[in-house]
């Protein structure tokens, strides 16, 4: 059983890792190269790997760490200095778009409403593991549009993340589990703003025990285990463990612990995840894809177009009225990523039954072709960004 086990995550990474060298010739996402080899080698082309409990389980491993690390890697001065301006993007670029594709999939598909709002939201939501990749490798974190986007990305996959757990419960739940999120999220910038008033005293305590302790060992493990335990708390209340794992990385940051560890447990986890949870977590994804239909895909492509167009659109014209430091059309290709939560988001709904085979693979599929369509403008969007000269400027 074990060596079945190991061969089969022999098999994902081994292929998930040649196609994404591969396919990074042709400027294609890794994400997007880690399903394909899912879904060559699953259900929907080889069927040489399956899906089973215990490849359930692995996926879930992977999501948690995938996310810890996000959390990680983002900053709550992003997220708390730019609410305003992230409440009007996760409105105009997923709200809009998503409730447009949720009323035209209701209109001309077999699907139901519940069925539909899913699909509509994995489809609609952006990715930040793609956007903090692409953020960070054009350097656009270093100007105010860049933190905005991604504020705004933060802000949109945590009420994805609250609108996909009201699929399973009844208002009343809904309710509830919204209250505890605000009231959580609350919880956390407090202690936050505490962390960072005693920052100073923190790290001299963390510099005076690093000669006779193992820090990064300890804080490594502090980390994880704190992860873990606010995911399980998420989970015990109804809500999906992956909110529970992000709010616990998001208070680990340069003021708690240091810019020297933080860049440590930022790479650390950074390294484990490129190399073992990333690709083995996206090719899993890809394993339960099957081929619709062609007459069911073009029946799904309005509501694709839709989404597209309403999205990019609304992201390009809040840009020009929102942003300075970077173009409209550096915005609208960023924000184009979709990947890794819209794919988390299908996969969970597909887990829990809410969604079939078929409607999980169209969410797959639109989550791909949008990330092909939109990210690639991003080269020449940045390269209109340095002839133009506006990465100096100051957003308003």
Do not use: C
């Not at 960072?196 to 060992?217: L, Q």
């Not at 990333?278 to 509501?303: K, M, R």
């Amino acid at each position: 059983m074990v060596t079945d086990i190991l061969t089969q995550i022999l098999i994902l990474l081994s292929v998930s890792m040649l196609l994404g060298v591969v396919l990074d010739k042709f400027k294609i996402p890794e994400v997007v190269a880690y399903i394909v080899s899912g879904v060559i080698v699953g259900a929907g082309v080889l069927r040489i790997i399956l899906p089973s409990p215990t490849i359930s389980d692995i996926e879930s491993i992977s999501l948690f760490f995938i996310i810890l690390s996000i959390g990680v890697e983002a900053n709550t001065e992003y997220i708390y200095g730019n609410l305003r301006r992230s409440i009007i993007f996760t409105i105009s670029g997923f709200v809009i778009p998503m409730i447009l594709g949720l009323i035209i999939l209701n209109m001309i598909t077999p699907f139901g409403v519940i069925s539909s709002f899913v699909v509509s939201l994995s489809v609609s939501v952006p990715s930040i593991s793609i956007i903090s990749v692409l953020l960070m490798r054009y350097n656009l974190l270093k100007v105010n549009g860049g933190r905005l986007i991604l504020s705004a990305v933060v802000l949109t996959d945590i009420l994805a993340f609250i609108m996909l757990s009201a699929t399973t419960e009844n208002m009343y739940r809904v309710i509830e589990s919204l209250g505890f999120v605000v009231l959580f999220f609350f919880a956390i910038a407090v202690f936050d703003i505490l962390i960072r008033r005693r920052a100073i005293g923190i790290i001299k305590w963390i510099e005076e025990k690093e000669e006779s302790t193992n820090m990064e060992y300890l804080l490594f493990s502090i980390v994880i285990i704190a992860g873990l335990l606010v995911s399980i708390i998420f989970e015990a209340i109804g809500i999906t463990y992956v909110l529970g794992s992000f709010f616990a990385g998001i208070l680990i940051h340069e003021a708690s612990v240091g810019e020297k560890y933080h860049r440590m447990l930022v790479n650390t986890l950074k390294r484990i995840n490129d190399s073992f949870f990333i690709p083995l977590f996206f090719s899993i994804a890809g394993l339960s894809v099957v081929f619709p239909h062609l007459d069911l895909f073009i029946i799904f492509l309005p509501a694709l177009i839709v989404i597209i167009a309403s999205g990019t659109a609304l992201n390009y014209l809040m840009s020009k009225r929102f942003i300075k430091s970077i173009t409209p059309l550096t915005t609208m290709s960023v924000l184009g990523g979709r990947g890794a939560v819209g794919v988390i988001i299908a996969a969970i709904a597909y887990d829990t039954g809410i969604i079939t085979s078929t409607e999980y693979s169209l969410a797959i599929l639109g989550t791909v072709l949008i990330s092909l369509i939109i990210t690639p403008l991003i080269s020449l969007a940045v390269s209109g960004n340095k002839n133009a000269g506006t990465s100096s400027q100051s957003d308003t």
